[in-house]
């Protein structure tokens, strides 16, 4: 019959789809994973166990995953030790659901009406420090090392993903399974698109993370105008108007023609990038020396891409409130951009972002 819910609380939730958001497409191949997905206005992470069994019935193998739904992801990381051991529990003990319940009672809270707003108020819950400057969304504590293994992991194309996420486009991020890592990728691309200068864009969307999505999703991805999301399903590829921009590991590539300049690394982007490298080393050299680091390297990431988001976006908000609306060649440099490298992902952006400036950057022509 394929993947069914087998149980949940409360029993009246509408899960429909959800036993196919928690089961990655493909994992049959691998032993374990965790997944994040959305489900409605609600966020899930779902560990899976694979484990052989002597049954012609469930054909030699038992495969289970066992979630939980939350209106925000911020917190889910911390119960995934618990359902890491609950999957291995109902694979080796089927139909003993004594802790999932005892569970559920400790930690039910507030689930969000059917309007999405809260029924009461939401607990406020400890963050470090730099997270306040972000998009309510945007705080998610998951395990160190995330940030890096995004930047090892695409090298000098995150200056192009950085592009892509603050124009907001349809990211989709396709990986065979497991997925677990793919959705941190998920997250990191958002990442790259805050900004905490007040009074921006109020029209913008926001840059949503949708995580996991399968063939299920296609309708609700269709009405969708900004996300990131990831996918095990090769089909999407075929399927361009679902997305604008398709990542095949570390090959980032779009079908739209006006934005295939934005796909080449020009000589600020890898200024960017030496600079964030720099300061990874020196992060990493004052943690050797043992001085009193406070500042972690996710921060130290995010913060990069947030400072340079916050430079752009001040420069262009002051020119377009200067008398003559003129934007230049020293402007673009001041704001770390190659002046005519960046010219196309410039304009682009005064569109997205309706900010009323002139461009006067001329662009080289060839003799």
């Given amino acids: 019959t394929g993947n069914m819910v087998e149980w949940c609380l409360p029993q009246d ?18 032993q374990s994973d965790f997944i994040y997905f959305r489900k409605g206005l609600c966020f899930g992470l779902a560990c899976f166990a694979n484990m052989p069994v002597e049954s012609e019935l469930e054909r030699g193998a038992r495969m289970k995953s066992v979630g939980i739904l939350s209106p925000s992801y911020t917190l889910l990381y911390r119960y995934m030790h618990f359902l ?22 400790d930690k039910k809270g507030v689930l969000p009406d059917s309007k999405g707003t809260p029924t009461s108020q939401q607990p406020v819950h400890w963050l470090p420090s730099i997270h306040r400057y972000m998009y309510p969304e945007m705080k998610i504590t998951h ?14 194309q995150i200056l192009v993903l950085w592009k892509f996420a603050l124009l907001r486009k349809r990211i989709l991020i396709f990986s065979p399974p497991p997925v677990g890592v793919v959705c941190y990728r998920v997250y990191c691309c958002c990442c790259l698109a805050n900004v905490s200068l007040p009074g921006l864009g109020g029209t913008v969307p926001e840059s949503k993370p949708f995580f996991y999505v399968n063939v299920a999703d296609i309708e609700m991805l269709e009405t969708e105008v900004s996300y990131v999301a990831c996918t095990t399903e090769k089909i999407f590829e075929e399927k361009q108007d679902l997305y604008d921009v398709y990542v095949d590991n570390q090959n980032v590539k779009t079908h739209h023609e006006h934005l295939q300049p934005l796909l080449k690394i020009n000589s600020a982007d890898k200024e960017k990038y030496r600079r964030l490298n720099d300061q990874r080393q020196m992060l990493m050299y004052s943690q050797e020396v043992g001085e009193d680091c406070s500042s972690c390297e996710e921060d130290l990431f995010i913060l990069f891409f947030m400072e ?17 609306k003129t934007l230049t ?25 309706g900010i009323d400036v002139m461009l006067v950057i001329d662009n080289p022509c060839c003799t």
């Fill in 84 to 105: 890491e051991n609950q999957v291995r529990h109902q694979l080796e003990m089927p139909g003993h659901y004594s802790h999932l319940e005892a569970f559920y009672d």
């Fill in 308 to 324: 340079q988001n916050n430079r752009i976006f001040q420069t262009l908000m002051e020119v377009s409130a200067s008398q003559d």
């Fill in 143 to 156: 395990p160190a090392g995330c940030m890096s293994q995004f930047i090892k992991f695409f090298g000098e």
């Fill in 329 to 353: 060649a020293d402007h673009a440099r001041g704001m770390g951009l190659d002046p005519q490298g960046d010219r196309s992902f410039l304009m682009d952006l005064l569109e997205v972002y």
């Fill in 13 to 30: 939730i509408d899960l429909e789809g959800v036993e196919f958001k928690s089961m990655a497409s493909g994992s049959h191949k691998i």
